[in-house]
C-alpha cells in the first residue's frame, strides 16, 4: 500500500516520499511532511538556486546554503503554495 501524507507544501494528503531524501533530522522531517509532488518541486527549485548562483555542490557553505532554502521552501513562513495554484503540467481553472 502505498505511504500517504499530509504535505505541508501543497496542504493536502498526497503520495509520500519512499524513504527520506538524505540523512538527519531535516531528512526525517521531508520524509514524514512532504509529498512526491512537493518534492519534484523542490527538485526544480534547487535546480535554478544551483545554477543561478553556480553553487559547487562539494563545497560544504554551498551544500548549506541549499539545505538552509530547502529547510525554507517546506517549512519557512508562507511556505505553503498559494490556494488556487496549479502544477504547470495540469491546466489551471478555466475562465469565464
Not at 27 to 43: D, H, M, P, T, Y
Not at 63 to 73: G, I, T
Request: include cysteine; proline fraction near 8%; glycine fraction near 10%.
Amino acid at each position: 500500500m502505498a505511504r500517504m501524507v499530509n504535505c505541508v507544501k501543497l496542504g493536502r494528503e498526497l503520495l509520500g516520499l519512499p524513504r527520506p531524501p538524505f540523512g538527519g533530522e531535516l531528512g526525517k522531517r521531508v520524509f514524514e511532511n512532504i509529498s512526491q509532488e512537493a518534492w519534484q518541486l523542490w527538485r526544480q527549485q534547487s535546480t535554478l538556486l544551483i545554477n543561478h548562483y553556480g553553487l559547487n555542490l562539494r563545497d560544504p557553505d554551498a551544500q548549506k546554503f541549499l539545505m538552509q532554502q530547502l529547510e525554507e521552501f517546506f517549512f519557512g513562513e508562507g511556505a505553503r503554495m498559494p490556494e488556487d495554484w496549479t502544477p504547470e503540467a495540469q491546466p489551471g481553472p478555466r475562465k469565464k
